[in-house]
């Protein structure tokens, strides 16, 4: 007895390869090779909207397709799993470190995998607590997946969602809806008003940063990245973090593991190492355009 699963489209083997290959080479996804049902499951749905009669046909069609497919195939692959506050522990960190700056200079982070917005929100939600809202800081907000940042820009949440947060906080960073609104929540300008939401893939690497940045929120998302990816990102980092930056990772990120360049000076929370040339050190970039690279 064939153990192969009734599908409603043709997929081989050599699909998956080649669909493990593509995302790969474009965002540096690294998919297992148990993730051959994930992979229909998520591309299933483009051939249908497409009415492409099977995997090939979409993958042909894919490499001959303008970028828009392209978005469409990443925006389909990747895991946006994530919270508000989630690993609450970084968040009081980011205070205490920023606690001991000079006041009066501007704060400039970056959130390099946001997702869906929770993790930039608590971030501005933390520092709107401790410092008040006239606090400097510039926070930009990317991630590779379009459909992510759009809903990260529209703001809207479950109150499921903000569970982990108090009734107080809710209602001084919230809307909640009414009608058919009802069980969700907004976020209010006050939060909205503080990130800028990108496109921008951290494999394609033409990142410009007019000045060096204080922090760099990259969480959950190393863990899709072989060793050598995670290198060339890492690296990066290095260049465009000030020397007394930080670099928060995810919980099971140890960036320990890719080389000198970060020491850990807390649970997933890094320091760059001195001995590599650092943005702060080089001639500047385009000030025009901050981390402004395309996702493509
Ligand atoms: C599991 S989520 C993590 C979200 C959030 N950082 C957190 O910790 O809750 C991983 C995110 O990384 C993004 N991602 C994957 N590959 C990427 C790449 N090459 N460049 C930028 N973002 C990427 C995905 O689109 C996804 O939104």
Redesign the pocket.
């Known amino acids: 007895m064939s153990n192969r699963k009734a599908r409603d489209f043709e997929y081989t083997e050599e699909d998956f390869e080649k669909v493990r290959q593509l995302i790969y080479q474009r965002?540096?996804?690294n998919l297992g090779p148990n993730k051959m049902e994930m992979v229909y499951s998520r591309l299933s749905r483009r051939l249908r909207t497409l009415g492409v009669p099977d995997m090939k046909a979409y993958l042909q069609r894919l490499e001959r397709a303008d970028s828009s497919e392209w978005q469409e195939f990443?925006?389909a692959l990747?895991?946006?799993?994530?919270?508000f506050f989630?690993?609450a522990h970084h968040f009081e960190y980011l205070v205490s470190h920023l606690r001991k700056k000079a006041r009066g200079q501007k704060v400039k982070l970056w959130?390099?995998?946001?997702?869906?917005g929770?993790?930039p929100y608590s971030i501005v939600i933390a520092l709107l607590d401790a410092f008040g809202t006239d606090y400097p800081f510039e926070l930009v907000a990317?991630?590779?997946?379009t459909n992510?940042l759009q809903a990260a820009r529209n703001g809207v949440y479950d109150l499921e969602r903000l569970k982990g947060m108090d009734d107080a906080m809710v209602a001084k960073y919230f809307m909640k809806g009414v009608g058919k609104n009802a069980g969700l929540a907004r976020v209010k300008n006050v939060l909205a008003d503080r990130v800028t939401f990108a496109p921008?893939?951290?494999?394609?690497g033409g990142w410009q940063v007019p000045d060096a940045l204080d922090i760099i929120?990259?969480?959950?998302?190393f863990?899709?990245?072989d060793k050598e990816t995670q290198g060339t990102i890492l690296q990066r980092f290095h260049r465009i973090l000030k020397s007394d930056g930080l670099l928060f990772a995810?919980h099971s990120e140890s960036l320990l593991t890719v080389g000198a360049m970060f020491q850990s000076i807390g649970r997933t929370v890094y320091k760059p190492t001195a001995q590599l040339v650092r943005h702060s050190d080089e001639s500047s970039g385009d000030e025009s355009a901050p981390l402004s690279a395309a996702?493509g």
Do not use: H, K, Q
Request: charge should be negative; hydrophobic fraction near 40%.
């Open positions: 965002v540096g996804i990443v925006n990747t895991t946006n799993l994530t919270a989630r690993e959130c390099c995998a946001a997702s869906t929770e993790e990317t991630d590779v997946d992510a921008l893939n951290l494999l394609s929120f990259c969480r959950n998302v863990i899709y990245f995810g996702a």
